[in-house]
């Protein structure tokens, strides 16, 4: 069984950029498909990006769409999301999280999750 744990999380100006990073641990990150949703206060868990095995795949959200890159290494163990031009309307708490199956875009398609950090984007 794998575990996450984001961080990178904090309050940013809009036009600012963080970047996220998802730490695993109890097994090799190289095994898994990944992702990375978000949440705002009363809303649904909402995805964001995904990337392959090795990255040389990726697929956003329309939302993120050039502005937001994933990526991985493998060799750290760790999953990454660079934010650039960030919005208010990015302000969420983002999970990193393990893809087993099914739609890309589904929240029922990752079985493996990390607690979360933090996004606020002042405007």
């Known amino acids: 069984q794998v575990q996450l744990v984001e961080s990178g999380g904090g309050l940013v100006q809009a036009g600012g950029s963080l970047r996220l990073s998802c730490a695993a641990s109890g097994r090799a990150l190289s095994a898994y498909l990944m992702g990375w949703f978000r949440q705002a206060p009363g809303k649904e868990r909402e995805f964001v990006a995904h990337i392959s095995w090795a990255g040389g795949s990726t697929t956003y959200s329309d939302s993120v769409k050039g502005r937001f890159t994933i990526s991985r290494d493998n060799a750290k163990n760790t999953l990454y999301l660079q934010m650039n031009s960030l919005k208010p309307e990015d302000s969420a708490v983002y999970y990193c999280?393990?893809?087993?199956?099914?739609?890309?875009?589904?929240?029922?398609?990752?079985?493996?999750w990390g607690q979360g950090t933090q996004v606020t984007v002042s405007s």
């Open positions: 999280a393990v893809y087993r199956g099914g739609s890309l875009f589904l929240h029922d398609s990752y079985n493996y």
